[in-house]
C-alpha cells in the first residue's frame, strides 16, 4: 500500500489533474472543427488555409449578433442552425478541396498535446474572468440570450463588452454540458498553433524550396510552435493560458497583416481574381477582430491604415484599385 506509484504515472500526473480535461478536449475540438469546416467553405479554395478558422468565426459572430439582437432568437436555436450549417458546409468545402485543415497540422498539434493536456486542466484564476470573460458566458448559459433589461442584474462588470470571445466558450460549454473554463486557454494555444504552423510554411518557403508552401517538416513545425509560444516575446502564462482574449486579439492582427500584406501583393501584379479572394478574407477577420473587445476599433483602424498607407507609398499599386477594395474591407 505504501509502494510508491511508477515514474511513468507519476509524471503523467503533472499533466493530468481531473476526468474534466477530456471533455473540454473533446469540446473545443467540436468547435475547432465546426469553425474550421464553415471557414472552409466561406473562405474558398484559395483561402489563407492557417486562418480558417477565424473565417468560420466570423460567420459565428454575424448569425449571433444579427439573430440575437436584432431578432432575438435564442442562442440554442442559433447554436444549432450552425451546427447543421458547419456539417453541411464541411462536407462541400472537403468534397471541393480534397481536405479542411492545412498541411502540418497533425504534426504540430502532436507537438503540442503535452501543453494541450495541461491546459486542459486550467479553472479560473484571473481578477477579469471572474469578472467578464468566464462570468458572461456563463449567463449567456443560463439565459440562453444577450443581456438585456430584463436579466441585466446578472450581469458581470463589462456586460455591454464586445461578444466575440465569449461567444467562443458559450459553444464549448454547450457541447460539454457544463461551462467549459479552460476553453479560452484552449483556444489560444490552437491559435497559437495555427500562426506557427503558417511560420513554419513561410520559413520552409524562403529558405528556397520551391512552389507553393507544402507541409513542413517536423522540426519546422516544432520551430513553428516555439516562436509562436515559448520565443514569443508577449507570451505571458497568466495571458496566453487563461480565458483573456489578448492572444486571440495579437492572433487575429497578425493574419490581418498577412492577408494585407498579400492583398497588397496581389495588386501590384494586378491579379484581379486573387484581390477580390484576399480583400474578403481580409474583412471577415476584422469582423472577428473588432468584435473582440472595444480597444480593438484602435487595432481595425491600424491595420487598414496600414495598408492604405503602404499602398500609396508602393509604385505598383495602383491606389485608385486599392480604394475600390476598402468597401470590402470595412463594411462588414
Known amino acids: 500500500k505504501d509502494k510508491?506509484?511508477?515514474?511513468?504515472?507519476?509524471?503523467?500526473?503533472?499533466?493530468?489533474d481531473h476526468s474534466g480535461q477530456i471533455t473540454a478536449l473533446i469540446s473545443v475540438a467540436i468547435v475547432w472543427?465546426?469553425?474550421?469546416?464553415?471557414?472552409?467553405?466561406?473562405?474558398?479554395?484559395?483561402?489563407?488555409?492557417?486562418?480558417?478558422?477565424?473565417?468560420?468565426?466570423?460567420?459565428?459572430?454575424?448569425?449571433?449578433?444579427?439573430?440575437?439582437?436584432?431578432?432575438?432568437?435564442?442562442?440554442?436555436?442559433?447554436?444549432?442552425?450552425?451546427?447543421?450549417?458547419?456539417?453541411?458546409?464541411?462536407?462541400?468545402?472537403?468534397?471541393?478541396?480534397?481536405?479542411?485543415?492545412?498541411?502540418g497540422t497533425i504534426r504540430i498539434l502532436i507537438l503540442l498535446l503535452p501543453l494541450l493536456v495541461l491546459v486542459s486542466a486550467m479553472v479560473g484564476s484571473q481578477w477579469d474572468e471572474f469578472t467578464d470573460w468566464l462570468f458572461t458566458p456563463r449567463q449567456l448559459l443560463q439565459n440562453d440570450s444577450f443581456p438585456n433589461h430584463t436579466n441585466k442584474h446578472l450581469s458581470g462588470a463589462l456586460a455591454a463588452y464586445p461578444f466575440n470571445w465569449h461567444?467562443?466558450?458559450?459553444?464549448?460549454?454547450?457541447?460539454?454540458?457544463?461551462?467549459?473554463?479552460?476553453?479560452?486557454?484552449?483556444?489560444?494555444?490552437?491559435?497559437?498553433?495555427?500562426?506557427?504552423?503558417?511560420?513554419?510554411?513561410?520559413?520552409?518557403?524562403?529558405?528556397?524550396?520551391?512552389?507553393?508552401?507544402?507541409?513542413?517538416?517536423?522540426?519546422?513545425?516544432?520551430l513553428g510552435a516555439l516562436l509562436a509560444i515559448p520565443l514569443n516575446p508577449t507570451f505571458a502564462q497568466k495571458v496566453a493560458l487563461t480565458s483573456y482574449a489578448d492572444t486571440s486579439t495579437a492572433v487575429a492582427v497578425a493574419f490581418a497583416a498577412?492577408?494585407?500584406?498579400?492583398?497588397?501583393?496581389?495588386?501590384?501584379?494586378?491579379?484581379?481574381?486573387?484581390?477580390?479572394?484576399?480583400?474578403?478574407?481580409?474583412?471577415?477577420?476584422?469582423?472577428?477582430?473588432?468584435?473582440?473587445?472595444?480597444?480593438?476599433?484602435?487595432?481595425?483602424?491600424?491595420?487598414?491604415?496600414?495598408?492604405?498607407?503602404?499602398g500609396l507609398r508602393d509604385p505598383k499599386v495602383r491606389f485608385g484599385d486599392l480604394l475600390r477594395q476598402l468597401p470590402i474591407i470595412i463594411i462588414p
Open 167 to 222: 461567444f467562443i466558450t458559450y459553444l464549448a460549454s454547450r457541447v460539454s454540458g457544463q461551462l467549459a473554463e479552460s476553453a479560452g486557454a484552449l483556444v489560444n494555444v490552437l491559435l497559437l498553433s495555427s500562426l506557427g504552423l503558417y511560420l513554419a510554411k513561410l520559413i520552409q518557403k524562403e529558405s528556397g524550396q520551391p512552389g507553393p508552401m507544402g507541409n513542413p517538416r517536423w522540426s519546422l513545425c516544432a
Open 33 to 103: 472543427v465546426g469553425l474550421t469546416a464553415l471557414g472552409a467553405f466561406i473562405g474558398g479554395p484559395k483561402r489563407l488555409q492557417e486562418a480558417t478558422p477565424f473565417f468560420g468565426w466570423a460567420a459565428v459572430s454575424i448569425v449571433f449578433t444579427l439573430g440575437g439582437v436584432f431578432a432575438t432568437i435564442s442562442f440554442t436555436k442559433m447554436t444549432m442552425a450552425l451546427t447543421a450549417l458547419a456539417a453541411l458546409a464541411g462536407i462541400l468545402a472537403y468534397r471541393r478541396d480534397g481536405s479542411l485543415f492545412p498541411a
Open 4 to 16: 510508491p506509484p511508477p515514474p511513468m504515472i507519476e509524471y503523467l500526473g503533472n499533466f493530468i
Open 258 to 310: 498577412i492577408l494585407g500584406w498579400q492583398l497588397l501583393s496581389a495588386l501590384s501584379e494586378e491579379r484581379k481574381d486573387e484581390v477580390r479572394a484576399v480583400a474578403f478574407q481580409l474583412s471577415l477577420i476584422l469582423v472577428v477582430l473588432i468584435n473582440m473587445k472595444q480597444a480593438t476599433l484602435a487595432l481595425f483602424l491600424l491595420v487598414v491604415g496600414a495598408i492604405v498607407l503602404t
